[in-house]
């Protein structure tokens, strides 16, 4: 049996996907459904259950002797969050909880962390476990700060040798894009924001950049394509002896009229790109530049190529935003 949490949402929902393509079995779902579509991201997928996130330990714990993986992707992702005491219950309470029940049940423990753990970038973006390098990074909101506080806590666990589960990974995604974050609102990508003006030739509006080494728009994002994201989860399920903090991005800064521009030319329409101001409680908040070092993911043997970004923008809007209720 695998459990993937947030196995309903955007990214999660994609992994199940993929582990039924590769002929997984006994797949639960932990997540809340509520009252909109996102019940139709996993309408498709033959599951062994789908529990509600309130009851995971009681699930857990009833069914320890089937678990052979815990792919854990829930957590409040909303980098605009401000409650930090429920961004703590669910992204670093909860996470030491099922690293706790994977060490005991002898289960593989993949997680969700982000690089939003890296703050501004002043300390580069290496997924470097050390404790020492860890502790620099100041990540700019709560949600990054949870992130970094479970990747530290995970770090001086095996720095003191404490007993771990069998294979512990933590991926630490870029700005990831694709198909099932219609349920997302204003955490959803750049690329799902913009497509209902480009589709309806209207002007995209951008913010423009309060950083002077910046231009309007051509502040620098990863971009990655959660297809790859699901392949390298995928990877690690089934290298087992393989643990540690990863990044997982595209491995190349792209600029965001880059990727408006993709939208445009993926549509067969002239692009009409313009700027916006930030609202002012982002301006101090916001990353000018993100790049994933994969060194560390291409050391240890993974070396499927990740998809461009304007390929997989095409996949996107073609396949998915370009013809509604299509789900993963």
């Known amino acids: 049996m695998i459990i993937v949490t947030g196995g309903a949402g955007f990214i999660g929902s994609n992994i199940v996907a993929k582990l039924e393509q590769h002929e997984y079995k006994d797949i639960v779902v932990i997540d809340w459904l509520g009252n909109d579509d996102k019940w139709k991201n996993i309408a498709k997928r033959e599951l062994a259950g789908?529990?509600?996130?309130?009851?995971?330990?009681?699930?857990?714990?009833?069914h320890k002797e089937e678990i052979d993986a815990i792919i854990h992707m829930g957590a409040i992702s909303a980098t605009t969050?401000?409650?930090?005491?429920?961004?703590?219950?669910?992204?670093f309470t909860l996470s030491w909880d099922l690293w706790?029940?994977?060490r005991d049940n002898d289960a593989q423990f993949i997680y969700a962390s982000s690089a939003a753990t890296y703050g501004n970038g002043d300390y580069g973006f290496f997924d470097n476990d050390n404790i020492t390098y860890l502790n620099q990074l100041t990540p700019?909101?709560?949600?990054?700060?949870?992130k970094a506080l479970f990747d530290r806590k995970i770090a001086r666990e095996v720095l003191e040798k404490r007993?771990?589960?069998?294979?512990?990974?933590?991926?630490?995604?870029?700005?990831?894009?694709?198909?099932?974050?219609y349920h997302k609102d204003?955490?959803?990508s750049v690329v799902a924001h913009i497509f209902p003006d480009v589709k309806d030739n209207k002007e995209v509006k951008l913010f423009k950049s309060y950083h002077p080494q910046y231009k309007d728009g051509e502040q620098l994002r990863d971009f990655v394509w959660v297809e790859d994201i699901?392949?390298?989860?995928l990877w690690f399920l089934e290298h087992k002896e393989i643990s540690g903090l990863f990044?997982?991005?595209s491995g190349e800064a792209r600029s965001f009229y880059d990727l408006a521009k993709a939208v445009f030319i993926a549509t067969n329409k002239t692009p009409l790109i313009g700027f916006k101001e930030m609202p002012e409680t982002l301006r101090e908040k916001y990353q000018y530049f993100t790049k994933a070092d994969l060194t560390k993911l291409r050391q240890i043997g993974y070396t499927q190529p990740m998809t461009p970004l304007e390929e997989g923008i095409r996949q996107y809007v073609q396949n998915y935003l370009n013809t509604p209720d299509i789900y993963k």
Do not use: M
């Not at 969050?81 to 992204?91: C, V």
């Not at 699901?230 to 989860?233: F, P, Q, T």
């Open 186 to 188: 204003g955490q959803k």
């Open 50 to 62: 789908i529990v509600p996130p309130e009851q995971t330990l009681t699930y857990l714990h009833e």
């Open 163 to 181: 007993r771990t589960p069998p294979q512990y990974v933590g991926l630490k995604f870029f700005n990831v894009y694709g198909p099932n974050e």
């Open 140 to 146: 700019l909101n709560p949600y990054g700060w949870s």
């Open 247 to 249: 990044n997982v991005g």
């Open 100 to 102: 706790c029940f994977c």
């Open 230 to 233: 699901a392949d390298v989860v």
């Open 81 to 91: 969050e401000t409650n930090a005491d429920l961004i703590i219950r669910s992204n």
